[in-house]
Each structure stands twice: as C-alpha cells, then as structure tokens.
C-alpha cells in the first residue's frame, strides 16, 4: 500500500513542476483514496486468487 508521506511528496513534486497550491485540502479524504483499493470485495477475490484457499480433505 503506498503512503501518505509518499502522496504528499509526489504531490510537492508536481505543484513545484506544473503549479498549483501546495497542501492537501482533506486529508482524510486523501487517505480514504489510498485505502479504496485495499478494501471491499475486489481485494478479497485478488487475494484469494493470490492465495487459493485450501481444499478441504475427503
């Protein structure tokens, strides 16, 4: 899972390089973002197709 420092320091790297306002507006909006993809019904079938659940013995 990435950062938020790391977000953060893209981010600073990007407004110095393109413009803008520095400082994140609702940070916890922003770590929401971060957390989306590592939650709910997607994340649970990647893993499982990561990590096959044992079969069970006859």
């Known amino acids: 899972m990435i950062l938020i420092e790391d977000v953060k ?3 600073s790297i990007l ?3 393109f413009g ?3 400082g994140i507006r609702d940070e ?3 770590e929401a ?3 989306r993809p590592y939650s709910g019904k ?3 079938l ?3 197709k990561k990590h096959p659940p044992l ?3 006859s």
């Open 46 to 48: 990647l893993l499982r």
């Open 9 to 11: 320091s893209i981010h």
């Open 15 to 17: 407004i110095d390089q």
């Open 20 to 22: 803008g306002s520095q």
């Open 55 to 57: 079969s069970k013995a």
């Open 33 to 35: 973002a971060i957390a």
């Open 28 to 30: 916890a909006a922003l």
């Open 42 to 44: 997607i994340f649970t």
